[in-house]
């Protein structure tokens, strides 16, 4: 199993940048089989929607609604993935989640963080 732990949400003027952290934890071969980790957000009354991805290998995915101003860094020896978000708008207020997917196809995901655009 892997545990995975959002943070870094809050309140942010629009224009403004925060950066999301998404920490795994588990043991050494579920953290090995992690294939994809992604950053998901939902607003209440729709659907979860993909925000950004990466795979093990290093390949990212953006929505066309974030490319240029969102980024997916990680940090493979602390086993963190993080989610740059610049240039934000009211639109982009969500509660963010983390969702790694195992090479099982088992996915886990995190608890979510609230994300807050407003001036």
């Known amino acids: 199993q892997v545990q995975l732990v959002e943070s870094g949400g809050g309140l942010v003027q629009p224009g403004g940048s925060l950066r999301l952290s998404c920490a795994a934890s588990?043991?050494?071969?579920?953290?090995?089989?992690?294939?994809?980790t992604a950053w998901h957000r939902q607003t209440p009354g729709k659907q979860r929607e993909l925000v950004a991805a990466?795979?093990?290998?290093?390949?990212?995915n953006y929505a066309d609604s974030v490319k240029g101003r969102f980024t997916i860094p990680r940090d493979n020896a602390n086993n963190t993935v993080y989610l740059q978000m610049n240039s934000l708008k009211p639109d982009d207020s969500a509660v963010y989640y983390c969702?790694?997917?195992?090479?099982?196809?088992?996915?886990?995901w995190g608890q979510g963080t609230q994300v807050t655009v407003s001036s």
């Open positions: 969702k790694a997917q195992l090479r099982s196809f088992d996915d886990y």
């Open positions: 990466i795979t093990s290998g290093g390949s990212t």
């Open positions: 588990g043991t050494s071969g579920s953290i090995a089989s992690i294939y994809t």
